[in-house]
Every structure is written in C-alpha cells, then in structure tokens.
Nanobody, 125 residues
Framework: VQLQASGGGLMQAGGSLRLSCAAS????????MGWFRQVPGKEREFVAH????????TYADSVKGRFTISRDNAKNTVDLEMNSLKAEDTAVYYC???????????????????WGQGTMVTVSS
C-alpha cells in the first residue's frame, strides 16, 4: 500500500486549504486513516482520524471545529478540509493508514502501518 498526500501550499491566516491522500496498491480496506503534522524539532502530532468502515471521526482539540476529515471508499482517498487557518497550523502534514485495531491509540504515530510522504502547509499571519 502506498499513500500519496497532496494539496499543501501557502495560505494567509483565516484562509482554507484541502489536503488529499490517495491510496494505491493491493486491495485497500484499512481500519482507520489519520492525519498528523510535524514541525522541525517537535514530535509528530495527531490531527484527525476517521474509521474507514463507518466514517466516524475524531479531532485534536487544536483543530476541532476548523478541520474536517472525510473519506471516499470507492476512490480510496481521505481528505482534510482545513478552514480558519492559523499560523500555528504551519507544518508538514502526513496521512497514515492503520490496517487493524492493535490496541494502540489512533492518536499515536506508532499505531499506523503506512505513511504518505508529507505535504507542506504554510500559513502566514
């Protein structure tokens, strides 16, 4: 399975961006998909998660109400709609997939099996 993230770029504070993550490879039916972000010198941070089968979602407090994660089962894609962007949202954003539930929280990077290459989001204040 390969994940390809796209959609990053430069945006002014208050603006919107939409990230997309496309999965390719063998039959893709993950347990869940997540978005994380990372800035230099800091750990990778959980942003959002979606259960693939039922579409239920969870968000980090820092993005709740501003970001929306969604998936398209037919296209094997997961998107992250980011609104009301803030300077502190600046980071490299990664999509990730977890094959099954293995007892590790979806908020932890080690709970995921596959990662995309990352896409840079820069928000200017």
């Amino acid at each position: 399975v390969q994940l390809q993230a796209s959609g990053g770029g430069l945006m002014q504070a208050g603006g919107s961006l939409r990230l997309s993550c496309a999965a390719s490879g063998r039959t893709f039916s993950p347990y869940g998909m997540g978005w994380f972000r990372q800035v230099p010198g800091k750990e990778r941070e959980f942003v959002a998660h979606i259960l693939w089968s039922v579409g239920s979602t969870t968000y980090a407090d820092s993005v709740k109400g501003r970001f929306t994660i969604s998936r398209d089962n037919a296209k094997n894609t997961v998107d992250l709609e980011m609104n009301s962007l803030k300077a502190e949202d600046t980071a490299v954003y990664y999509c990730a997939a977890r094959r099954t539930y293995i007892g590790i929280s979806y908020t932890r990077p080690d709970g995921y099996d596959y990662w995309g290459q990352g896409t840079m989001v820069t928000v200017s204040s």
